[in-house]
């Protein structure tokens, strides 16, 4: 089944204890797109400037994504720069450089308006739905977003979450955006504004799936080395959706299948910096994690 992701492709520059990596790959949909594409078909929607490498495109193309709806304009490439402490579970904003973002009207392709789902990755909320009035009544449509945006437009956010049955954001995107601090409170206040299934990630204490069914809880895969946590919550995000985007199946029971593989696909970004390490995955290594999961949290009843 198609899947359709507008996003940020950007260079990112990074520093983590551990080293750090100057205007490497990087971008919500660059990352949503790698990890999807393990599952499903992608088709991609950003912008990148004159500066973008042709080997990009290329690595982007050999993992089979749809690149019809990149655009390549005059200007300069959407830029990040980001620092980690030793706690890489916050990422600190060092610079934003929108560029070419700035003046985006993203324009879909005849034919990815018929996506059985649409991923809106991190990305300004007026891009966001600018996409979705495109789409052609969507079966599923998901979300993520930044605290970029939840300071700088937090209305046009809100007005987006009406249109969204999946929200996907970190714990302290959750209290930010609610100014609630208890993630419970935090979660019901969410799904009032619009998205019926969230997800609130944790990093490396896992994540929480809110839904009408309850409450599911998924770890964080134990690694002894995490070299860069940059675009866990993207490559979580493209695990998930690329997962349910396959089997169109959007039961509790799948959601939570979903949830563990974007974990696996999160536990591998980490390893190294950039899309290093999920470029090229065997898929049996990815099952192989998976049940890894599965031990890991299996207990028996009392
Ligand atoms: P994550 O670590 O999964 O939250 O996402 C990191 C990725 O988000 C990086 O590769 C950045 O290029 C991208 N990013 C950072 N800030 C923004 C922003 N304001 N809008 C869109 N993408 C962004």
Do not use: C
Request: negative net charge; hydrophobic residues 40%; charged residues 25%.
């Amino acid at each position: 089944m198609s899947l359709l992701v507008v996003g940020s492709v950007a260079f990112d520059t990074v520093e983590t204890p551990f080293g750090q990596a100057e205007e490497v790959l990087g971008g919500s949909a660059t990352y949503f797109s790698t990890s999807a594409s393990y599952f499903t078909d992608v088709n991609l929607v950003a912008v990148v400037g004159e500066d973008f490498p042709d080997k990009h495109i290329n690595f982007l193309r050999l993992r089979g994504i749809n690149l019809d709806g990149l655009e390549r304009t005059g200007g300069k490439t959407f830029r990040w720069q980001g620092k980690y402490g030793y706690d890489l579970n916050e990422a600190h904003t060092l610079n934003t450089e929108l560029n070419v973002f700035e003046h985006f009207k993203p324009k879909l392709p005849e034919h990815y308006r018929d996506a059985d789902v649409v991923f809106l990755a991190n990305i300004d909320p007026d891009l966001q739905r600018d996409v979705l009035k495109q789409a052609n009544k969507p079966k599923v449509v998901a979300a993520d977003t930044m605290n970029f945006w939840i300071e700088s437009k937090k209305d046009s956010l809100i007005e987006t979450l009406k249109y969204v049955d999946i929200l996907l954001i970190n714990d302290s995107e959750a209290r930010q955006l609610t100014g609630e601090p208890n993630l419970v409170k935090a979660a019901r206040t969410i799904t009032s504004y619009g998205p019926k299934t969230l997800l609130i990630k944790q990093g490396e204490y896992g994540v929480t799936m809110f839904n009408s069914h309850g409450i599911f809880i998924a770890p964080a895969y134990p690694l002894e080395n995490v070299f860069d946590p940059t675009g866990a919550g993207d490559t979580f995000a493209g695990g998930f959706m690329g997962y349910l985007a396959n089997t169109m199946d959007f039961s509790d029971t799948s959601l939570r299948r979903g949830t563990v593989m974007g974990s696996v696909m999160a536990s591998f970004n980490v390893e190294d910096f950039s899309l290093n390490k999920i470029r090229d995955l065997d898929y049996k290594e990815i099952e192989s994690r998976f049940r890894e999961f599965k031990r890991l949290s299996h207990f028996e009843d009392i």
